[in-house]
């Protein structure tokens, strides 16, 4: 019987910030990269991998909402690039957690960010 590599508990604490939990997410999905050390290394990847992409999400979002503010103010047009600027980004970030989710089911390593983080 093959034990398990526990890649799946950042990943679901990404999902969890992303979905249900803000920002006790992330506190959490923090904790569990810092505690990491002793974990296998398939932990260690998603839980790096996780934290990257929490704190790259959170970069685009937020530098994509101050641009429009700074373009166009506070009007309608803002208003609306802002939301679906944000939605698209969410939504994408989301996604990307939904696979790494199966990749850490697999006992594999995720896919992105590779090279980045």
């Known amino acids: 019987m093959k034990t398990s590599s526990g890649a799946v508990v950042p990943v679901a604490w990404y999902l969890l910030n992303l979905l249900l939990l803000p920002f006790v997410g992330f506190a959490a999905l923090l904790w569990v990269y810092l505690r990491s050390e002793n974990a296998s290394s398939l932990r260690k990847l998603h839980a790096k991998a996780a934290v990257c ?14 641009v429009f503010w700074l373009v166009f103010g506070n009007t ?12 698209v980004l969410h939504t994408s970030f989301v996604l990307w957690g939904m696979i790494a989710l199966a990749q850490a089911i697999g006992d594999k390593p995720p896919y992105f960010p590779r090279r980045f983080c």
């Open 53 to 66: 992409m929490s704190l790259l999400g959170a970069a685009l979002i937020g530098g994509g909402v101050a």
């Open 76 to 87: 309608g047009n803002f208003w609306i690039s802002a939301i679906v600027w944000s939605i």
